[in-house]
Structure formats: C-alpha cells, structure tokens
C-alpha cells in the first residue's frame, strides 16, 4: 500500500503539468526505498518497478496498461463501480495466509534492492539521455513542440526559472531574513 507521502508527492507531479510516467515514478521509488529498507526483495529491479506502476494504476494515475495485457482480445479495464463494489467485498486476510506470505519473502534475496541493481536498470547517462532527446525533438514535428514549449513555461515561475530554482531563490530570501 503506497504511503500518503508518495501521493502526495504524485499530486504535486500532476498539478505542475508532469507526465503519468512521472507522476507513477514516485510509486516505483517508493517500492524500490521498502524493499531496502525491510529486506523484502523483489525477484528483480524489474519487478518492483511492475509493482509501483501497480500501486500508481490503483491510485488512479493515468499509466497506460501493460503492453501484453493490452494486445490480448480478453482483457478489459473494470468498471470504477465495479472497482468499488471489489473493494468493499474485501474481507481481512487470514493469519495462516498472512504468515505464509511473510515466511515467502523471507526466503527471497535481497540483491535486487541493491543500488547496484537499480544502477544497471538505469545505465543511460545524463549526456546519453540529452542527446537522444534532441535527436527525438524533430521527430515530434511543429504541433508537438508547440505542446511540449507549452508545457514547459506552465512549470516555469514568472521569472521563467524552473520550478526548482525559484524554490532555492525562495529558500535563500528567507534565509536572509531571519539573519
């Protein structure tokens, strides 16, 4: 169950114009941090990225389906009513399943939490990811960067500084008075 700070944290992704992917990243994080932190390990990095985007999905994040569950013909969003209904059925979990679950986590490794795991799941660099954006940017032709121009003054302040630096200039003044 993802905690009220990653929401929160989503929320504020959403409300600055970011992406679904980014807006679920925060889920993702979250998992990867609670599987170093309890031990639980996940099969792979993989894995718990395939949970956070879970977690992101049932939040109500706007992340697309799964690409193998969205080619199939059978498979279908459910209704939110139905949803709901699924929600309120629930009944607690039993203790024997609960501490068969718990013993079965146990007996997982820990390395995919590892920052070495998370560092070869993403190896692209910063350089890496710039160039292949500007490679991408043409591509998107005039109405697609007409969008992307769009969306990146709406996180820019009056002073067309990112959302971060006004926050750090913010920071500073504030600092400055106190003295």
Do not use: Y
């Amino acid at each position: 169950m993802p905690s009220e700070k990653a929401r929160a944290r989503a929320r504020k992704d959403k409300r600055e114009g970011k992406s679904a992917s980014t807006q679920a990243g925060e889920f993702v994080r979250e998992e990867i941090e609670h599987m170093r932190a309890d031990g639980h390990a996940a099969v792979s990095v993989r894995q718990a990225i395939a949970i956070g985007l879970s977690e992101a999905r049932r939040a109500g994040i706007d992340v697309p389906a799964r690409k193998a569950a969205a080619s199939k013909k059978g498979t279908r969003k459910k209704p939110a009513a139905k949803k709901a209904a699924a929600k309120t059925a629930a009944r607690r979990t039993s203790a024997r399943r609960s501490r068969a679950s718990t013993m079965a986590l146990k007996r997982e490794g820990s390395a995919a939490a590892a920052t070495t795991a998370s560092a070869r799941a993403s190896a692209r660099t910063t350089p890496e990811r710039s160039v292949s954006a500007k490679e991408a940017a043409p591509s998107k032709g005039p109405a697609g960067r007409k969008v992307a121009a769009k969306k990146a003054s709406r996180t820019k302040g009056a002073t067309g500084r990112s959302a971060g630096a006004t926050r750090a200039a913010r920071t500073r003044a504030m600092h400055a008075r106190e003295r």
